[in-house]
């Protein structure tokens, strides 16, 4: 079968690899499209981050990318009788043991034990993928809805990371929301921001290409923060009182720096977006949290309730897959794909296999 796989280069290699056996207690996927997220192309930098114990682990090599992928059943195993041959599914590529502190806190992001697609075992950047049992165990397979195409679904991934983004830092009605960064997430949490009842809503960015492809968004305010401030602008637009929810779905610093000048009393600050490992210490003055009582927290990835959610927003249109992608490639083109996927005014790019 063709698979793009990573060597530790910033080129994925197209190289033709024996089909993997399927597990008895598992499935074999033939992916019908994966989409590339920004994990993939800091890990072709090697700027990705992965910890164990505060600690950091590498992939074994050579490694199939891709973890925002959908498929169709190809051959399951002699022990699973609960999915049918040609069934359309998509997997959640986070997979929990179930059985740790956290995942009985219901905090499975956390895993103690976590297995990723793409990092731990091959991922959807090839025309099949093996499923273990402890993959289906864990609820991480899911049926795609009737009506919605394949490489839509793919993007149920990156929707359930900033679903899990809203359940930690909620929006309660009327809120002024500020996302900073306006790349696929960025313009995702726009949208959800809406749908779960912001009265007003800021996108914020540097690049002007950039934030030209968020106009699909349902922002109320684009910022080009390469010629406005936007302290500025936010005080403008909330009176002076700051937001709300501010939420930093870039991998920058200075944003992060920044937060506490456009933060509400009582606000919250979510830190989306991770930092390069080699430059993610900021500075921050204390007692702006201290006296405002505003809370800082992260999101790190979402369990598979999420990427249930996303699926149903995608089905219902709820959320618009089609206006979130930029461009579909061939596998075979798929470095192109990625030099497409690190320029400006793009949205999600799609493999399709």
Not at 17 to 25: F, N, R, V
Request: glycine share 10%.
């Amino acid at each position: 079968m063709l698979a793009a796989q990573f060597t530790g280069e910033d080129r994925l290699h197209l190289q033709d690899i024996p089909l993997p056996g399927c597990p008895d207690d598992g499935l074999l996927l033939r992916v019908t499209a994966c989409a590339i997220c920004g994990t993939d192309l800091k890990t072709l930098r090697r700027a990705d981050v992965k910890l164990e114990g505060g600690k950091l682990r590498s992939m074994s090599l050579p490694r199939v990318l891709g973890h925002e992928f959908a498929g169709v059943i190809l051959e399951k195993g002699a022990a699973v009788s609960a999915w049918a041959l040609g069934e359309h599914v998509v997997v959640a590529p986070t997979v929990p043991c179930g059985t740790c502190h956290y995942c009985r806190r219901g905090a499975a992001e956390m895993c103690e034990q976590l297995q990723v697609f793409g990092y731990d075992w091959d991922g959807g950047f090839a025309e099949v993928v093996r499923v273990e049992g402890k993959v289906l165990k864990a609820g991480c397979v899911i049926p795609i809805p009737d009506g919605l195409e394949d490489r839509q679904a793919a993007l149920a991934e990156p929707i359930s990371c900033a679903l899990n983004c809203l359940e930690l830092s909620p929006v309660t009605p009327g809120d002024t929301v500020a996302i900073m960064g306006a790349g696929p997430l960025g313009v995702i949490l726009t949208n959800l921001a809406r749908l779960h009842g912001a009265g007003t809503v800021i996108l914020a960015e540097l690049s002007e290409e950039q934030l030209a492809s968020a106009r699909v968004s349902q922002a109320d305010h684009l910022i080009h923060t390469g010629s406005a401030d936007l302290q500025e602008a936010v005080e403008a637009i909330t009176g002076g009182r700051g937001v709300d929810l501010l939420i930093i779905a870039c991998s920058a610093p200075a944003a992060q720096e920044g937060a506490l000048r456009l933060i509400a009393k009582r606000g919250k600050i979510n830190l989306f977006a991770g930092l390069p490992r080699d430059n993610s210490t900021v500075s921050w003055d204390t007692n702006i949290i201290h006296y405002t009582e505003c809370s800082v927290t992260g999101t790190h990835g979402s369990r598979p309730e999420h990427v249930r959610a996303a699926l149903a927003l995608l089905a219902t249109g709820a959320l618009d897959a089609a206006a979130l992608i930029s461009r579909t490639y061939p596998l075979r083109e798929i470095n192109e794909a990625l030099d497409h996927s690190r320029g400006a005014g793009r949205l999600k790019v799609v493999i399709t296999i």
